[in-house]
């Protein structure tokens, strides 16, 4: 029944946003991709060559994948690596190399970046009895935490970090899975002082996080303890009093259940009075998690992440109400606040949502805290239309959203972001393989750079 009503909410969709098909392009002037040094558009443009094929895609995969598991004849191509696939995508080994490369990429224009720590424990499947192996479990705990504190005090005022909390042990990954099936379990001792930690510092230092959406087995259980942490961490004020929040969930719209999994966490918010965080992402788990979750086409999933989106911006969460009429209570001027991250490489869904939030802010209109990201090195040519309409808004004034793009990164040695790389991949090939509009996009920032230089001739 509920699948039917959700079906029933994404048509709406068709009605809601057809007058918003058409937004307007970006300010005439100098072309997006100009603020691009010429080494990243050789860079990306190679890269993407690769990506955007399926064949070459799996064999450099395979490739790199083997080269790393040769740990004495990594180094020669050490250099290789660095100068490429993590120069593309990573921001440094060191707070010093993180530093400038965050520094460069806000004399840019971006909002800020949203940091990560490649260096990952385990996953899922790497499972065994470890649970009773108690030193390790805290050690691994202790590694995690580590790291993650050190990424929240690189992170700049304002900038985000991304949690991954199969991260942080074998240990942790057999809690979740014991855990899916009640999203009201805590998390570990252990953990939960380590998450108290991180969530102290994060608010310290102004730095948001990020919690990164998992594989099903763990997801349930995922989305408890994070509404635990929203719970006590998303009711602290900025300094002009508004609320704010700390801790975002990651919300993927091609599983079929979350329009009726975010129904009940506004219901949460609203009845509670925390800000629900949301940072809300496609989906990375098709290829590996059962299939009879997700919508079964891409358009539905298109449809799906639309109408969530357009619902979380404008506040009008009757669309919800058709999944969850119980749960969901009349919210009229109480309605639950919302911090959003927008976490797309769709222009069609950048667009969308550029035009309503245009629309708010021509009226007059309150506008929720929201963000755009990208993946660093990935839809550059979408994120260099972002910082150029984020410029110019500010010239122009009031009457349009000034858009805060983001860009989402990793830092770590140049093998643990590589193995980083190589997995996300291995996760999300569709999207890796969906990369042909940004290598369109950088032959022709190319050939525009050519042209000039002879014109200049």
């Given at each position: 029944?509920?699948?039917?009503?959700?079906r029933?909410l994404?048509?709406?969709?068709?009605?809601t946003?057809?007058?918003?098909?058409h937004?307007?392009?970006?300010?005439?002037?100098?072309?997006?991709l100009?603020?691009?040094?010429?080494?990243?558009?050789?860079?990306?443009?190679?890269?993407?060559?690769?990506?955007?094929?399926?064949?070459?895609l799996?064999?450099?995969l395979?490739?790199?994948?083997?080269?790393?598991?040769?740990?004495?004849?990594?180094?020669?191509?050490?250099?290789l690596?660095r100068?490429t696939?993590?120069a593309?995508?990573?921001?440094?080994?060191t707070?010093e190399?993180?530093g400038r490369?965050?520094?460069?990429?806000?004399?840019?224009g971006y909002?800020?970046?949203?940091?990560?720590?490649?260096?990952?424990?385990?996953?899922?499947?790497?499972?065994?009895?470890?649970?009773k192996?108690?030193?390790?479990?805290a050690r691994?705990?202790?590694?995690?935490?580590?790291g993650?504190?050190?990424?929240?005090?690189?992170a700049?005022?304002?900038?985000?970090?991304?949690?991954?909390l199969?991260?942080?042990?074998?240990?942790?990954?057999?809690h979740?899975?014991?855990?899916?099936?009640d999203?009201?379990a805590p998390?570990?001792?252990?953990l939960?002082?380590?998450?108290?930690?991180?969530?102290?510092?994060?608010?310290?230092?102004?730095?948001?996080?990020l919690?990164?959406?998992?594989?099903d087995?763990?997801?349930?259980a995922?989305?408890?303890?994070?509404?635990?942490?929203q719970?006590q961490?998303?009711?602290?004020?900025?300094?002009?009093?508004?609320?704010?929040?700390?801790v975002?969930?990651t919300?993927q719209a091609y599983?079929?259940s979350?329009?009726?999994?975010?129904?009940k966490h506004?219901?949460?918010?609203?009845?509670?009075?925390f800000?629900?965080?949301?940072?809300?992402?496609r989906?990375?788990?098709?290829?590996?998690?059962?299939?009879h979750?997700?919508w079964e086409?891409?358009?539905g999933?298109?449809?799906?992440?639309?109408?969530?989106?357009?619902?979380?911006?404008?506040?009008e969460?009757?669309k919800?109400?058709?999944?969850l009429?119980?749960?969901?209570p009349?919210l009229?001027?109480?309605?639950?606040?919302?911090?959003l991250?927008?976490a797309?490489?769709?222009?069609q869904?950048?667009?969308k949502?550029?035009?309503?939030r245009?629309?708010q802010?021509?009226?007059?209109?309150p506008?929720i805290?929201?963000?755009?990201?990208?993946?660093q090195g990935?839809?550059?040519?979408l994120?260099?239309e972002l910082?150029k309409?984020?410029?110019?808004?500010?010239?122009?004034g009031?009457?349009?959203?000034?858009?805060?793009?983001?860009?989402?990164?990793v830092?770590?040695?140049?093998?643990?972001c590589?193995?980083?790389?190589?997995?996300?991949?291995?996760?999300?090939?569709?999207?890796?393989?969906?990369?042909?509009?940004?290598?369109?996009a950088?032959l022709?920032?190319?050939?525009r750079?050519?042209?000039?230089?002879?014109?200049?001739?």
């Amino acid at each position: 029944m509920a699948n039917k009503l959700t079906r029933r909410l994404l048509r709406h969709v068709s009605t809601t946003v057809r007058s918003l098909q058409h937004q307007p392009p970006p300010p005439a002037g100098i072309p997006a991709l100009s603020i691009l040094p010429l080494s990243a558009v050789v860079r990306t443009l190679a890269i993407t060559t690769i990506s955007s094929s399926p064949r070459l895609l799996d064999t450099a995969l395979r490739g790199l994948d083997k080269l790393l598991q040769r740990e004495r004849n990594a180094d020669p191509f050490r250099g290789l690596l660095r100068r490429t696939l993590y120069a593309q995508f990573c921001a440094g080994e060191t707070s010093e190399e993180v530093g400038r490369t965050v520094a460069q990429l806000k004399q840019l224009g971006y909002a800020g970046v949203i940091l990560g720590y490649a260096r990952e424990a385990e996953t899922v499947a790497d499972t065994g009895d470890y649970s009773k192996d108690t030193e390790r479990a805290a050690r691994e705990i202790r590694e995690w935490a580590a790291g993650t504190l050190k990424t929240v005090d690189i992170a700049g005022d304002g900038d985000m970090v991304a949690l991954k909390l199969t991260g942080a042990g074998r240990a942790v990954v057999e809690h979740l899975l014991r855990s899916s099936s009640d999203d009201n379990a805590p998390p570990p001792p252990e953990l939960a002082q380590a998450l108290a930690e991180i969530c102290e510092r994060a608010r310290e230092r102004n730095v948001r996080l990020l919690v990164d959406a998992e594989h099903d087995a763990v997801q349930k259980a995922i989305d408890g303890w994070v509404l635990r942490l929203q719970r006590q961490y998303n009711r602290g004020h900025r300094p002009t009093g508004q609320p704010r929040a700390l801790v975002y969930g990651t919300y993927q719209a091609y599983r079929k259940s979350t329009p009726e999994v975010l129904a009940k966490h506004l219901a949460a918010a609203h009845g509670e009075g925390f800000v629900l965080g949301v940072k809300l992402v496609r989906g990375a788990y098709l290829s590996s998690d059962p299939r009879h979750l997700f919508w079964e086409t891409k358009q539905g999933t298109d449809e799906a992440y639309d109408t969530i989106a357009e619902a979380l911006i404008t506040g009008e969460y009757s669309k919800f109400r058709n999944v969850l009429p119980a749960q969901l209570p009349e919210l009229g001027n109480n309605a639950p606040r919302v911090d959003l991250v927008l976490a797309t490489h769709n222009r069609q869904s950048v667009r969308k949502a550029r035009a309503l939030r245009n629309q708010q802010a021509h009226a007059g209109r309150p506008l929720i805290e929201m963000a755009y990201a990208q993946l660093q090195g990935m839809a550059d040519d979408l994120s260099c239309e972002l910082v150029k309409e984020s410029k110019a808004a500010r010239i122009s004034g009031p009457g349009q959203e000034i858009p805060k793009p983001y860009k989402y990164l990793v830092w770590g040695s140049v093998n643990e972001c590589t193995r980083y790389l190589i997995r996300r991949a291995q996760e999300n090939r569709d999207a890796a393989s969906r990369t042909e509009d940004s290598r369109h996009a950088m032959l022709e920032e190319l050939k525009r750079r050519i042209r000039a230089a002879l014109n200049r001739g």
